[in-house]
C-alpha cells in the first residue's frame, strides 16, 4: 500500500516542468536551435491530455448545451480588428531595462515585488511612480527601473496576405472575432432564433512581452471559446439547473476590503443576493466548476474571482475568472463576460451587413414613427457641405427626443456649435406604421477558456509523492476521463506465450476504445513506476498464473492506491471501459 505525503508537501512547479519535459508531456520548442521564449511543444503525453481535455470542454459546452462548433481562420484582415478595438486598445504596459536593453511586464514587475497585486488595473503614470518609491530593478540584471517610462505595446502578431500590393493582416489574439465576423451567416443556421451558441477550440496568438512559468504564459496556446447570443430583453437562463452548485466566490468588495475573503456559497444564493449580478454568468460559472472538478482540478485550490473595474475589458459589462492555486500563486484560467452588443455593434458600423436577428412579433404592432425630410433648397445653402451632416443630426434627434420639434425652431449641435432651425424647414412628421416585427442586437455572454492553464493545473494538481514498498514514488493521479493513456499491458516476463496473450489483451483493449500501452522493458516494478509518473490509471499483468490456471484471468493494478485485483480476461475491456465512462468503480470489483 502506498503512503502519501502530508497534503501540505505541495510538490513545486519546477519538479513538474522537469517531469513534463522527461516524460513527454510538454517543452520549449525549436530546442535544437536554442529555443524560443512563449513557444511550446506538448509531447504525446501532453498532446493526448491537451485532446482529451479539449474533448471534454466539447462534450459539456457545445454537445451537451446543444451550440454549434465552427473552426476559423488564425490569421484575419485589419478591418477586422479595426472594429474590434484591438488595434488600439489591446495593450500591456512595458519597461525597458536602461542598462541591458531587456524589455519587461511593468505591471508584472510591480507585482513581483511589491504589496500591489492587481497592478495591470493601475493606470501607466501610478505604475512609473510605484516603480520609483519601491526603487524597482530589472529582473535580469538588477540595474534600477525608476524613472524609466512605461509604455503600452500591442500585443498582436502582424503578417501580410498575399504578395505585392499585400493586405495587412494580424494572427487573431482571441478565437471570438472568428465567431462575431461570421454572425450574419452563423444567425441563418440558428434559423434566426435566440438564444443560440456558437464554440471554437483553437490557436491564439499574443506577442507577450515576457513569457514566463512554461506554459502558463505564452505567445501561441489554445482558447475553447463559447459565444452565446441572447436577447438582453426576453431571453433568461435556466438557472434551476445549476442553482444548487457550491461555489467560492472572491468578489470586488472583498477584493477591496482589506480584511475581505472569499465567499462560500451557491449560485442560486449568489444570484439572489446580488453577489453575482448578471444571471448568465451565473449560470456558466455553474456549469464550469463541476466541469473544472471532472477534469481534476483540486476544488480547494480553485475560486472565482471578479475582475476590477481597472482590469475589465473594454467591452464587458462584468466578467468573473476561474482561477486556480499554483505553488501559493493564483492564475487566471477562464473569463466570464457578459460583453454586451459591443462586438455585434462594431463589426455593424465597421462593414457591410447586418448583425442584428429579426424578432417576429405574434402579430403585427401599430407605432408611431418620428421622421424628418429636410428642405434641403434650405440646408443646402446656409450649411454647405455640412447639410448631411445636419440631416444625420435631425433623423437621430427625432429618434431620440420627438419633443425637441415641438416649437418653432429646433436646436442641434454641428462640431461644437448650436445651430437653430425651423422646424418647418426640417419635414417633421410623426406617423403611425404597421411593423412584423424588429431587429435585435443580441448581447453576448462569453466563457473564453485557456486550454494551456487548464492542462497546467490539472498536472499540477495531480502530482504526487509517496513511498511504496520502500521506494519514494512520484505519480500523476489524474482522472480516468483526461488520462493520457488509460491502461499499460504488461508481460510478467520475456515469454512469447505471456506476450502473445497480452498483445491479444491489448487488441481486445483498443477495439473497445480505450488507450493502451504495451511495455516489455525492464522489471515490472520499474515498469508500474514508469506508468505512475505519467498517470496511467489502470496496468494489467499477464503473469504464469494467466496461462496456466483453468480460467484465464490477469491482474489488475490501481494507480493511486496500488491496489490488485484479478479479473477474467474476456471481461476485461467492458469492466475497463464502465471504469472510465464512471458507471463502476474499481473497489467495487
Not at 99 to 126: F, M, W
Request: glycine share 8%; aromatic share 10%; charged share 30%.
Amino acid at each position: 500500500m502506498s503512503e502519501p505525503t502530508d497534503a501540505t508537501d505541495q510538490p513545486t512547479s519546477e519538479k513538474l516542468v522537469e517531469l513534463a519535459k522527461r516524460r513527454g508531456y510538454f517543452f520549449q520548442s525549436s530546442g535544437a536551435y536554442g529555443g524560443v521564449g512563449g513557444f511550446y511543444t506538448f509531447g504525446p503525453q501532453g498532446a493526448a491530455l491537451k485532446g482529451n481535455v479539449e474533448d471534454a470542454w466539447r462534450d459539456r459546452f457545445a454537445v451537451a448545451e446543444g451550440n454549434m462548433e465552427i473552426d476559423a481562420p488564425t490569421i484575419m484582415p485589419e478591418p477586422v480588428f479595426e472594429a474590434s478595438g484591438h488595434l488600439d486598445g489591446f495593450d500591456d504596459m512595458l519597461v525597458e531595462c536602461p542598462d541591458c536593453g531587456e524589455s519587461h511586464r511593468a505591471d508584472h514587475v510591480v507585482e513581483d515585488n511589491t504589496k500591489y497585486e492587481d497592478a495591470e488595473s493601475l493606470p501607466i503614470p501610478e505604475v512609473e511612480e510605484v516603480i520609483a518609491e519601491y526603487e524597482l530593478v530589472c529582473p535580469a540584471c538588477g540595474a534600477g527601473l525608476a524613472g524609466q517610462a512605461v509604455e503600452t505595446f500591442n500585443l498582436m502578431f502582424d503578417t501580410n496576405i498575399g504578395p505585392g500590393d499585400s493586405q495587412p493582416g494580424y494572427l487573431r489574439p482571441e478565437t471570438a472575432q472568428g465567431i462575431f465576423v461570421e454572425f450574419p451567416r452563423l444567425k441563418e443556421y440558428a434559423r434566426n432564433q435566440l438564444p443560440f451558441g456558437v464554440t471554437q477550440i483553437g490557436r491564439a496568438y499574443r506577442n507577450e512581452i515576457s513569457p514566463r512559468r512554461s506554459i502558463i504564459r505564452t505567445r501561441e496556446f489554445t482558447q475553447a471559446e463559447l459565444e452565446y447570443f441572447v436577447d438582453p430583453e426576453e431571453d433568461e437562463p435556466p438557472l434551476e439547473r445549476v442553482e444548487d452548485v457550491e461555489v467560492c466566490l472572491y468578489p470586488v468588495g472583498e477584493q477591496n476590503d482589506e480584511d475581505g475573503e472569499e465567499i462560500e456559497t451557491t449560485i442560486g444564493a449568489a444570484v439572489e443576493e446580488g453577489i453575482v449580478a448578471d444571471e448568465w454568468v451565473a449560470y456558466f460559472l455553474g456549469i464550469a466548476k463541476p466541469w473544472y472538478e471532472a477534469v481534476g482540478v483540486d476544488m480547494d485550490r480553485f475560486r472565482f474571482r471578479q475582475h476590477l473595474s481597472g482590469e475589465r475589458a473594454h467591452y464587458a459589462a462584468d466578467c468573473w475568472d476561474a482561477e486556480s492555486e499554483i505553488d501559493g500563486n493564483w492564475i487566471e484560467m477562464a473569463g466570464f463576460a457578459n460583453r454586451t452588443d459591443y462586438d455585434l455593434s462594431k463589426h455593424e458600423e465597421y462593414s457591410e451587413d447586418r448583425f442584428t436577428v429579426f424578432k417576429q412579433y405574434d402579430e403585427p404592432k401599430t407605432v408611431e414613427r418620428a421622421t424628418v425630410d429636410p428642405d434641403m433648397s434650405y440646408l443646402g445653402p446656409e450649411f454647405g457641405g455640412a447639410a448631411q451632416d445636419v440631416v444625420s443630426e435631425l433623423e437621430t434627434l427625432a429618434e431620440r427626443d420627438r419633443s425637441a420639434f415641438e416649437g418653432e425652431t429646433v436646436e442641434i449641435e454641428l462640431d461644437g456649435e448650436s445651430h437653430e432651425l425651423p422646424v418647418e424647414k426640417t419635414g417633421f412628421s410623426v406617423d403611425e406604421e404597421r411593423i412584423a416585427g424588429e431587429h435585435v442586437t443580441p448581447h453576448v455572454i462569453e466563457p473564453s477558456f485557456g486550454v494551456d492553464r487548464v492542462v497546467y493545473t490539472v498536472l499540477h494538481h495531480a502530482y504526487s509523492e509517496d513511498e511504496v514498498d520502500g521506494e519514494n514514488r512520484t505519480y500523476l493521479e489524474l482522472e480516468p476521463e483526461v488520462a493520457p493513456t488509460f491502461v499499460g499491458v504488461f508481460p510478467l516476463q520475456s515469454d512469447d506465450e505471456l506476450e502473445a496473450v497480452a498483445n491479444d489483451v491489448v487488441d481486445d483493449l483498443r477495439e473497445a476504445g480505450l488507450s493502451v500501452t504495451y511495455d516489455d522493458s525492464g522489471n515490472i516494478g520499474r515498469r508500474y513506476r514508469r506508468q505512475d509518473e505519467v498517470g496511467t490509471p489502470f496496468c494489467v499483468t499477464v503473469d504464469y498464473e494467466t496461462v496456466e490456471a483453468a480460467e484465464t484471468t490477469v491482474t489488475v493494478r490501481e494507480r493511486d492506491t496500488t491496489d490488485q485485483k484479478r479479473l477474467a480476461v474476456d471481461e476485461l475491456a467492458e469492466t475497463l471501459a464502465a471504469i472510465r465512462a464512471g458507471d463502476l468503480a474499481f473497489e467495487e470489483l
